[in-house]
């Protein structure tokens, strides 16, 4: 097993369990104890966990795993999620984009489809995240805009007050949101109150909201809200989620989408 593979497993488990010992964690992995206390040193020095003796525990009280560490969980399902999502979107529209990984997902969806291969623009993307745009920029018929702000090194996002002047001058067809949590009585939200807000703006100035989120993301909740479910008109989800929550989403006025 290669580093990176090990300290995506063992930041995994961290963040499922809230601590690990290091006898747990090179027994999980099938590694050695002396490998298992350098990863978590080294981890430690990066500040993405706290070493204590004998093991670690989760950085901070609202622990977010880091984009680059959280591409490969349940990648099938936001394969099949952004497929659908894709799906929804007209060419000639204007579809505003939020970090995360089933949003880029999303976008690597778009860039396949056949049909927007041509336009002037085939579809205009609005983003705040930077390995959005820059997946699609090399896409010509494609028309990026990219938010101003501070660049946010767990999710790519542009945050701040600097992304506000690019948002209250546009609006946009379809807003598809990347959450870390989506429920019926507390709405979308995600781990960061800076970029709830853009996510937040982007969702006002558009016609229409689709919450891109796999079953894990439903019932749950996070610290910061972005918009009401009643915000929301469509749910794009996977097969693994529950027909009572499949049926309180749409007691909810949502349309609900599983794949």
Same mark, same amino acid.
């Given at each position: 097993?290669? =580093?990176?593979? /090990? ?5 995994? +488990?961290?963040?499922? /369990? ?6 747990? @964690? ?10 298992? =206390?350098? *990863?978590?040193? $080294?981890?430690?020095?990066? $500040? ?19 984009? &680059?560490?959280?591409?490969? =969980? ?11 999502? @894709? ?18 997902? !999303?976008? /690597?969806? +778009? ?18 995240? #930077?390995?959005?745009?820059?997946? #699609?920029?090399?896409?010509? $018929? ?9 660049? &946010? ?13 690019? +948002? ?8 598809? +949101?990347?959450?870390?949590?989506? *429920?019926?009585?507390?709405? @979308? ?6 970029? @709830? ?20 993301? #439903?019932? $749950? =909740? ?23 929550? !499949?049926? &309180? ?11």
């Amino acid at each position: 097993m290669s =580093r990176d593979a /090990r300290w995506k497993s063992l930041l995994e +488990l961290l963040v499922e /369990r809230g601590r690990l010992d290091v006898e747990e @964690a090179a027994a999980e992995l099938g590694v050695s104890a002396a490998t298992i =206390r350098r *990863d978590f040193d $080294q981890l430690a020095e990066q $500040q993405m966990l706290v070493r204590t003796r004998g093991g670690a525990v989760v950085h901070g009280v609202s622990y977010e795993l880091p984009l &680059r560490y959280k591409t490969a =969980r349940r990648a099938s399902e936001k394969q099949r999620i952004a497929k659908a999502v @894709a799906d929804l979107v007209a060419p000639g529209e204007a579809v505003g984009l939020t970090g995360g990984t089933t949003t880029t997902e !999303v976008a /690597r969806a +778009l860039a396949v489809r056949g049909d927007l291969g041509s336009g002037s623009p085939a579809l205009t993307v609005v983003t705040n995240a #930077l390995n959005i745009a820059n997946e #699609l920029a090399v896409r010509p $018929q494609f028309k990026i805009v990219v938010t101003g702000g501070v660049a &946010r090194p767990q999710s790519y996002e542009l945050i701040g007050p600097l992304a506000d002047g690019v +948002l209250a001058q546009i609006t946009i067809d379809v807003a598809v +949101l990347g959450v870390v949590a989506f *429920d019926v009585t507390h709405g @979308a939200a995600a781990h960061d109150e800076a970029e @709830a807000a853009i996510n937040r703006l982007l969702c006002e100035r558009a016609e229409r909201v689709i919450v891109a989120a796999d079953s894990s993301k #439903l019932g $749950q =909740r996070a610290f910061a809200r972005i918009c009401a479910v009643d915000a929301v008109n469509t749910l794009v989800t996977d097969t693994a989620a529950t027909p009572e929550t !499949v049926r &309180r989403f749409e007691e909810a006025g949502l349309r609900v989408i599983t794949v």
